[in-house]
């Protein structure tokens, strides 16, 4: 009998102190910072919690909110629409003044669009769009289809225009995906001598990064890229690379900087990447969110400054560089 | 205990037993009714919490919401449930949610609304034949069956849809999911509909006792002559096709078959029922209990929404709310 009351104890116990947490940070988030004018709470829909360039965007997200006086409202979709939808809805019936999206899906994302218009409630995008910029008070983002291009160029100044590519293209779908993987294919189509021996399709993990690049390397012992959709594949892909004695001679590339990243590069193991410079952009787009708020927004695209950071110029780079 | 005893003085010994059994008695079914209303008792207790602790929650809009928010899943736990009871389980629930959006969208792009809303339910119920047959009849297990048919299942929204969103859907397919009567979104009155459905085929007819049954003791179902393989797969057909179902329904919510959607959804439709009380052996449990499970889990993740409580956080919670769950079922188990 007594390890019965021990567990109904310990259960009572574990519930309490999770409602207690549960109430703290309910408190702490919503109290009131003092602020000159209108106390502005904007809620914020991001796709992941463990991307680390999302968590990057999100602290300077923050930070600018602080510095603007405005409280954050944070919703997760954890890479789901159904779910975003749902975050989406929970912001809305919290009367947050505007809504700071980076939506997963170009169209399953435009019922969530539409709800907030209806509300009243402005819908900025980040990272990523809609398919109806008509619903979206601004885009602070860029061109998927410009990067794709420079990747695509680096890599075929690279090799020298002639050489095998394989691409660890992304998840399957993303808008972001499409524009990219179009950009490469379109830049090294220039160059009769290069050939891509394999476009893989998969979500934005290491594991997953490993495993694709081993079977390319299998299947393709003379690869001589290895292009990546963004770091964490990239990071995989380099481990699979090295386990196979080749690296050095396999360029690896990948998208958005992360700090591993940097240092893989630093380290000369992972050839190049794209610093998206996440933190600055998560802080421009508190500028705009202001903006708009205040109704001093005009046009669409906010574009946002890219670095590209390869084993060339890494030596001179600081860290505020890719912040 | 005879009167003639507890009426003797010689027998007064007796006469104590008898009150200390009735003590015992009267403890055990006060606990056991306790148990009964643990559950109730905690989703009251955490609607009063928030009703106090957000200004949002207890608002028309919320509650339309979270009535919204649930129906998805509720579907799918619907079906879960059937299954559930029947002994086995389902993971590919998820990701025919996502196939069947996925296919209907496409097919009544080109063909229109019904031939695309038969095309989506006929897929659910063919995934759910296949994992019927191959657990009832070849006797595998539901785990590596539904397993495949999750990766497979998932990999065919995908390649069908070249893995793109299926967008542009008309109108007279998408008030399924964005509609309302008298403020009552449409998803929520489909919900609704199938739990009763499916409450009344359960506890009402013959066919839902034959499922208790071959859950309970299969051996001694199939003793008693009722048509074991037969239950089991209809069991997973029903579970297929309100996965399928509410594929359709959430592809007129988001308005576009999007075949990434719905990962992780058949664990907590399976971890809705087993909140509910309803225990995974099998032979045992109730849509009643479902549907608590479902509207507790569809309030905590809306609640800490509201309360904007981080995400980390709201992960911890709600594990912890799992973990504690089936504690409880233990506890009631061991009694």
Same mark, same amino acid.
């Given at each position: 009998m007594n390890w019965k009351k021990i567990a109904k104890v310990l259960l009572c116990v574990t519930l309490l102190l999770m409602l207690l947490v549960t109430y703290g940070c309910g408190q702490k988030a919503t109290a009131p910072t003092p602020a000159s004018g209108k106390q502005y709470t904007v809620g914020l829909s991001l796709a992941?919690?463990?991307n680390p360039f999302y968590m990057a965007m999100e602290k300077g997200i923050k930070q600018k909110a602080e510095e603007l006086g405005i409280n954050i409202r944070t919703v997760i979709a954890e890479e789901d629409v159904g779910r975003q939808v749902s975050g989406i809805e929970d912001l809305i019936v919290a009367k947050v003044d505007a809504i700071l999206v980076s939506p997963i899906s170009v169209d399953g994302l435009k019922v969530s669009y539409e709800a907030a218009k209806e509300a009243g409630i402005p819908a900025i995008s980040i990272a990523r769009s809609i398919a109806?910029?008509?619903?979206?008070?601004?885009f602070v983002g860029l061109d998927w289809y410009e990067s794709g291009s420079v990747i695509g160029k680096w890599i075929a100044d690279e090799i020298g225009g002639k050489g095998k590519v394989a691409m660890?293209? @992304?998840?399957? @779908?993303?808008y972001m995906v499409l524009r990219m993987t179009e950009a490469i294919k379109d830049v090294l189509a220039e160059?009769?001598? $290069?050939? $891509?021996?394999a476009e893989l399709y998969s979500t934005h993990t290491k594991e997953n990064g490993l495993r694709l690049a081993e079977d390319v390397l299998v299947a393709n012992?003379?690869?001589d890229v290895i292009y990546c959709n963004n770091d964490e594949l990239a990071l995989g892909a380099v481990e699979a690379v090295e386990a196979a004695g080749r690296l050095g001679k396999v360029k690896v590339t990948g998208f958005n900087a992360v700090p591993g990243a940097v240092q893989s590069v630093r380290e000369g193991r992972m050839a190049m990447t794209i610093s998206l410079r996440p933190e600055s952009w998560g802080k421009m787009a508190m500028e705009v969110v202001k903006n708009v708020l205040e109704g001093k927004h005009e046009g669409y695209l906010v574009e946002i400054d890219t670095l590209v950071v390869d084993y060339k110029n890494i030596a001179g780079l600081k860290t505020e560089d890719l912040q | 205990m005879t009167d003639a005893n507890l009426n003797s003085k010689t027998f007064q010994p007796n006469v104590d037993v008898a009150w200390n059994l009735r003590l015992i008695n009267g403890i055990k079914r006060y606990l056991q009714s306790w148990d009964q209303l643990f559950l109730p008792a905690c989703f009251l207790a955490l609607l009063l919490f928030l009703t106090f602790s957000s200004?949002?929650? =207890?608002t028309w809009a919320n509650l339309r919401n979270v009535l919204l928010q649930t129906s998805i899943l509720a579907i799918v736990a619907t079906g879960m449930t059937f299954v559930i009871i029947g002994g086995g389980f389902d993971l590919s629930a998820g990701s025919v949610v996502a196939l069947s959006g996925t296919a209907a969208a496409l097919a009544l792009l080109s063909f229109g609304v019904p031939v695309g809303i038969l095309v989506g339910l006929l897929i659910g119920a063919a995934i759910g034949s296949f994992n019927g047959l191959l657990i009832s009849?070849?006797?595998?297990s539901p785990f590596i069956v539904t397993l495949g048919t999750l990766v497979t299942a998932r990999g065919l929204a995908l390649s069908i849809s070249g893995g793109h969103t299926v967008s542009n859907l008309p109108r007279e397919f998408t008030v399924i999911g964005t509609g309302n009567l008298m403020g009552i979104p449409y998803p929520a009155l489909i919900f609704i509909g199938v739990f009763v459905l499916g409450h009344i085929i359960l506890k009402y007819t013959a066919f839902g006792v034959k499922i208790f049954a071959v859950g309970g003791n299969r051996e001694a179902a199939r003793l008693s002559g009722i048509k074991v393989e037969k239950i089991i797969m209809a069991t997973f057909i029903i579970c297929s096709l309100c996965a399928s179902f509410a594929g359709l329904v959430l592809a007129g919510r988001i308005r576009a078959g999007e075949? !990434?959607?719905?990962?992780?959804l058949e664990l907590y439709a399976i971890a809705a029922v087993v909140l509910g009380g !309803?225990? =995974?052996?099998?032979?045992q449990g109730s849509l009643v209990k479902t549907l608590l499970g479902v509207l507790f889990i569809g309030v905590l993740q809306n609640g800490l929404n509201l309360l904007n409580v981080p995400y980390y956080w709201q992960q911890v919670a709600i594990g912890v709310v799992f973990v504690s769950a089936a504690t409880i079922g233990a506890l009631r188990a061991a009694r």
């Open positions: 992941s919690a463990t109806n910029p008509e619903l979206e008070a601004a660890l293209a @992304g998840p399957a @779908g993303a160059h009769p001598g $290069i050939e $891509i021996v012992p003379d690869v | 200004p949002y929650f =207890l009849k070849m006797n595998l075949p !990434t959607v719905g990962v992780f !309803t225990s =995974l052996k099998g032979g």
